[in-house]
């Protein structure tokens, strides 16, 4: 606080009428109570409150915000946002917390926004992206040349001579012309003229690439295919053709010609102690009865001897009923061929005529070949001790079976 000083009496000069006054801080006092706080300032950014369709090029759309507060009091269409998913786009109108974004042409920032027609959900975050800067002085002249033509994915006029995807009608796009002539078109499936290389097995393919010659057909091998031919076989002709095989026989097997032979006593026929004879012959038995069959006239009834018409196996077969004439007769059975040869015979056995009398069937069968048309072959039936009957029923028989 202020305070006077008083001279002393004493002072050898006379004092100032008025007193000074000086100012002498005293001691800080104690702290004041804190001020209240201040509002919270204004966010830089909003949120979109719905979805948005994204628009053409050069088209706009209408975007509901949280707010609006945080872009700035200016002429509308002066400044972008960025809004999260999108891209950039033009404020060109503000009312209450819808801002009316336009889409710039592809190309203005430099920057490429999602495709058009893309749906931008809710929630999207929106802040400012700074003001358009003045126009920049005009660069050298450069790029491609306006007689050129250009594909763009769309439509735009901003873009000489150029040919939009989707323009052209679905399928796969296909190059034609050279020498700067050339164009796009499209195509429903890719031509065949246009594929090369070799499409591996595990592919779908062949791994082949060898022009097959006429005929010729695809063979697995194990791993992979060959290109081969077929093989003609015995009696088979192959003839390959433009996409034709064509197979036929040489020549028609020979048909078979059955052969059927039987001779069949109809009477008795007596075979003399120490004889020998053929039972079917009518050189041996002049009064001998027979009936039979012979189908290719192989058999002669004067030496009872069956000639092969044709070569081949045959299958011959002779039944007996023997009866001993005076007493007890040895008796032995051959299949005699070609006159020499017994291709076979009977074990000796006994016939006789002592009371009860009783027939001996004898019976045999044997395949053979004859392997000429002369080979012929008889039935011998030679005796010893007495004389043996061969009685009625008794036969011979002979079947080609093979050629």
């Known amino acids: 606080m202020p305070s006077q000083l008083i001279s002393s009496t004493g002072c050898c000069q006379p004092c100032d009428s008025e007193p000074i006054v000086v100012n002498t801080p005293g001691p800080q006092g104690a702290a004041g109570t804190n001020g209240t706080n201040g509002s919270n300032g204004v966010n830089a950014f909003s949120y979109t409150t719905a979805s948005f369709i994204v628009p053409a090029f050069g088209a706009s759309v209408v975007v509901p915000v949280a707010n609006t507060s945080f872009l700035p009091e200016s002429v509308a269409g002066q400044f972008f946002v960025s809004v999260q998913g999108c891209g950039y786009l033009q404020v060109t109108d503000v009312t209450g917390l819808n801002v009316t974004l336009k889409n710039p042409l592809a190309g203005v920032l430099g920057i490429p926004n999602a495709i058009p027609t893309t749906v931008i959900p809710t929630s999207a975050l929106i802040t400012l992206a700074g003001a358009i800067g003045a126009t920049g002085a005009a660069g050298v002249a450069g790029g491609a040349s306006s007689a050129a033509t250009y594909i763009v994915r769309i439509p735009d006029a901003s873009v000489p001579?150029?040919?939009?995807?989707?323009?052209?009608?679905?399928?796969?796009?296909?190059?034609?012309?050279?020498?700067?002539?050339?164009?796009?078109?499209?195509?429903?499936?890719?031509?065949?003229?246009?594929?090369?290389?070799?499409?591996?097995?595990?592919?779908?393919?062949?791994?082949?690439?060898?022009?097959?010659?006429?005929?010729?057909?695809?063979?697995?091998?194990?791993?992979?295919?060959?290109l081969a031919s077929l093989t003609a076989g015995s009696n088979i002709t192959i003839t390959p053709g433009a996409g034709t095989i064509s197979i036929a026989a040489t020549g028609a097997a020979a048909a078979f010609t059955y052969v059927t032979f039987t001779r069949r006593l109809t009477g008795n026929n007596l075979i003399a102690s120490g004889a020998t004879k053929n039972p079917f012959s009518l050189g041996d038995f002049p009064s001998g009865s027979w009936a039979g069959i012979d189908t290719a006239s192989g058999f002669t009834a004067a030496t009872g001897r069956f000639t092969a018409p044709y070569t081949g196996y045959y299958k011959i077969d002779a039944v007996f009923n023997l009866l001993g004439n005076t007493g007890v007769a040895s008796v032995i059975v051959f299949l005699r061929k070609n006159g020499t040869t017994n291709v076979f015979q009977t074990q000796e056995f006994n016939a006789t005529n002592a009371s009860p009398q009783s027939l001996i069937p004898v019976s045999f069968s044997y395949i053979d070949q004859a392997t000429v048309i002369t080979d012929y072959y008889e039935i011998l039936i030679q005796t010893t001790g007495n004389g043996v009957s061969v009685v009625t029923g008794s036969s011979f028989s002979i079947q080609r079976i093979q050629a």
């Open 161 to 226: 001579s150029a040919t939009a995807l989707n323009s052209f009608s679905s399928g796969y796009i296909k190059t034609q012309g050279s020498a700067g002539s050339g164009f796009l078109s499209t195509v429903a499936t890719v031509p065949v003229g246009d594929i090369s290389g070799v499409l591996p097995v595990a592919n779908g393919g062949t791994n082949v690439a060898t022009v097959p010659t006429n005929g010729q057909l695809l063979i697995g091998n194990g791993t992979g295919y060959t």
